[in-house]
């Protein structure tokens, strides 16, 4: 009884409980576990790159034909798009219906460090010039799109040669997942470790302060993850999103640790291929797109802040106004990496298309790293529900 309790999710789970509570009764302790946190992502990050090369390319490789490749493509872009688009509706919707109070003690003097983020830089972040370097700097979309254009090349060679490179990946593939296995079951102490420090660096007094803010984010993504996101699970794929939820949770309680999707994106293929039985075609493909191009919490999020910020600086945001955030806020969250507080940097240009004094980010930065695991639970999240929903059309 007690052996089928202590399973790697639930381990993990009461990690994040006992790790709050260490952060709080045990502040001067576990800051030194920063170590130990570290390691536990750098773990994970060290598979992230040749997984993310070799399953896209499986993914491509094992298609059929190029109809096969357009389909998968363009089922996964339709989802991606119109979940993000009903991520930043809700937020904007829960925004007007929360109306926020000015808060008295807030800094907006605060210094950080922002490079604008423009929509030139967005297309720029999709095409390489040395892959090599990409690949070095972990360069997400570059890669994803080199390995696309490899794979595609590779399905017109000859039956022999294709064959090689096509089982030399499938072995990389499998070898990181055994890998990544092994790490998932470090992640009890793992997890441990990363929130019980932030939660001792940052404190959760800052929460209280900002609370109108966290919980207009919290209730959105709270309801697109388990209301939205469930429908069209339900209504598109034909499968249970509660009972599917209890199959993936390694992987959004991993997200939610360590607040980036990429990390998580090892953990989340190993979930999606061996215990939902997902096919490698679908979850190589849709995954680790989806890891950096859709972000169903970050959207919703920056869509919050910005209107938060706003609100703050006195300015009611009119209907267009709105409708700009709504495509912006979109258009951020597809542009922003999965890293930690890629969110923050990409807000830049919400902030910019409605003319909102940039500073205005310094006023929700106590907050966001808290934030930021909740989205990144919900970005990872829709990967997941996309992949199982769109490999009903794969099988
Ligand atoms: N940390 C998020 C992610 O990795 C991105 C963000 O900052 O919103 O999905």
New binding site residues.
């Given amino acids: 009884m007690l052996k089928r309790f202590l399973t790697v999710e639930n381990l993990t789970f009461l990690a994040i409980i006992f790790g709050v509570l260490a952060g709080i009764y045990l502040k001067d302790l576990v800051i030194h576990l920063k170590i130990v946190g570290d390691a536990f992502l750098s773990l994970l990050k060290m598979i992230t790159i040749p997984l993310i090369f070799a399953s896209i390319f499986i993914s491509i490789a094992s298609l059929t034909s190029i109809q096969d490749l357009k389909n998968l493509g363009l089922k996964a872009l339709l989802y991606y798009f119109s979940t993000t688009f009903l991520a930043v509706l809700t937020g904007i919707l829960i925004v007007n219906l929360i109306h926020f109070h000015p808060v008295s003690d807030i800094n907006i003097t605060h210094n950080i460090e922002h490079k604008p983020f423009t929509v030139e830089a967005l297309i720029k972040s999709f095409i390489p010039s040395n892959i090599f370097q990409s690949l070095s700097e972990g360069k997400v979309l570059h890669i994803i799109i080199f390995s696309m254009l490899f794979a595609l090349a590779v399905l017109t060679l000859q039956k022999s040669k294709k064959e090689i490179i096509t089982n030399f990946f499938d072995g990389i593939n499998d070898a990181m997942l055994t890998i990544a296995k092994w790490i998932i079951n470090l992640s009890p102490i793992g997890v441990f470790a990363l929130i019980s420090y932030i939660v001792a660096e940052k404190g959760l007094g800052a929460i209280l302060s900002l609370w109108q803010y966290v919980l207009a984010v919290v209730l959105g993504l709270f309801i697109h993850a388990f209301i939205n996101l469930p429908i069209i699970g339900f209504i598109f794929g034909k499968f249970n999103p509660y009972k599917y939820f209890l199959k993936v949770k390694e992987a959004l309680l991993i ?1 939610f640790s360590t ?4 990390a ?1 994106l090892p953990v989340s293929l190993e979930v999606a291929e061996k215990k939902a039985n997902i096919d490698k075609k679908v979850a190589g493909f849709v995954l680790p797109l989806g ?1 950096t191009v859709n ?1 169903d ?2 959207a919703l ?1 920056e869509a919050v802040a910005v209107m938060f910020v706003a609100s703050m600086y006195g300015m009611d945001l009119s209907l267009t106004e709105q409708i700009i955030v709504f495509f912006t806020a979109s258009l951020a ?1 597809i542009g ?9 940097v990409t807000m830049t240009l919400v902030f910019s298309a409605v003319g909102i004094p940039l500073e205005g980010i310094a006023l929700i930065l106590v907050v966001d790293r808290f934030l ?1 695991m909740l ?2 639970a919900t ?2 999240w829709g990967d997941l529900i996309g992949t199982k929903i769109i490999s009903r059309y794969f099988n």
Avoid: E, K
């Avoid at 607040?259 to 990429?262: E, F, Q, W």
């Avoid at 922003?336 to 923050?344: K, R, V």
């Fill in positions: 997200a607040s980036s999707s990429s998580t890891a972000m919490g970050t999020y969250a922003a990496a999965g890293i930690p507080s890629a969110g923050l930021d989205r990144t970005n990872v």
